[in-house]
């Protein structure tokens, strides 16, 4: 919607050959975001060689756990020249790859060359066209910038960054704190323990994102405070309703079954228990999360065990 809005031609790719019927014919996306009307220089296909002939960028966007997938169909098509962006907030579940790694090996490209677009940005207030900013990080700065240039509008701003490790370890462990401050709420505390969640999961991202070589400074930023705050109290995040579901119990199988989007923190929490491991860094809620999600406990047990915990100092968790 915003590159259409831009005056490219948008070509949607789709698996759902249904789905792409319903968009050219209706011009809104009923499944997705109901009532809002597609710009008419939006296609939707499922022929992944007409969304890429002569493109000048492809935007990937599928769930993590699709992306190697999709990636894999786009690479035969996928021209030199035609700038590489994505928008997944998440890690591949079985090699804990980010994922500029997953495409940079399928799509046979440089990780350097290829651009994420991250930061607070619900898709239903963006097709509203409703004041949103996010950031665009990548190695090549000059990538960076024509992903800048292309997405760029009145009513949605994009900064560069040149910390694609940082922005994309912040997008994917936001969504792990998002199911916390659902949970949160869901069991009936307040803002006090929505501030701590917010605060004290912002060091947890800090101290993985540092410990796998992201600059400190992009948690302060779009993709880290920026993100954290929309996705942990925003009526559209899937991540918190989510989280307030399992809080009166509802199994996890029924929680994803009623949500019918993909809830990416779900996974998200189980790469990141192990990243934890691998970098040697520790993640309370992270882990308490994973115990609530994989192990039963009761939520109500998370948190005793959050506030149990030995006591230590604010700053030096950072490091
Ligand atoms: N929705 C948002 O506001 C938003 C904002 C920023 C980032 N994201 C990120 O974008 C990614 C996708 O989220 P979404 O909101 O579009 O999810 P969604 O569940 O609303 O839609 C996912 C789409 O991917 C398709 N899909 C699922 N598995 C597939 C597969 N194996 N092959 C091909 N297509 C497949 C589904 O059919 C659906 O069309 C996630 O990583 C999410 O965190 C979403
Ligand atoms: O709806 P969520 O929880 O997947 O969050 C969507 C976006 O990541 C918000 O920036």
Known sequence: SV?????????????????????NRARTNEKYLPGVALPSSLHATTDMQEALRGAGLALFVAPSSAMRAVAKQAAPYLEDGTLVVHATKGFEAETL????????????????????????????????????TVVVASADLQAAEQAQDAFMSTYFRVYTNPDVVGVEVAGAIKNIIALGAGLSDGLGFGDNAKAALLTRGLAEISRLGTAMGANPLTFAGLAGVGDLVVTCTSQHSR?????????????????????GM???????????????KQYDVQMPITAELYSVLFANNSPKDAVLNLMGRLKTHEIEQLG
């Open 97 to 132: 790859k980010r994922m500029t790694t997953v495409l940079s090996e399928e799509l046979n490209r440089s990780a350097e060359s290829i651009v994420v677009l991250s930061g607070p940005s619900h898709a239903e207030e963006v097709i509203r066209k409703q004041p949103t």
């Open 3 to 23: 590159l259409a809005g831009n005056g490219y031609d948008v070509q949607l790719w789709t698996r759902s050959a249904e789905h792409a019927e319903q968009m």
């Open 262 to 276: 993909v809830v990416e923190g779900v996974r998200t929490t189980r790469a990141a228990n192990e990243l934890a």
């Open 239 to 259: 991540n918190w309703r989510a989280g307030s579901m399992l809080a009166d119990g509802t199994p996890l199988e029924e929680v994803l079954e009623r949500m």
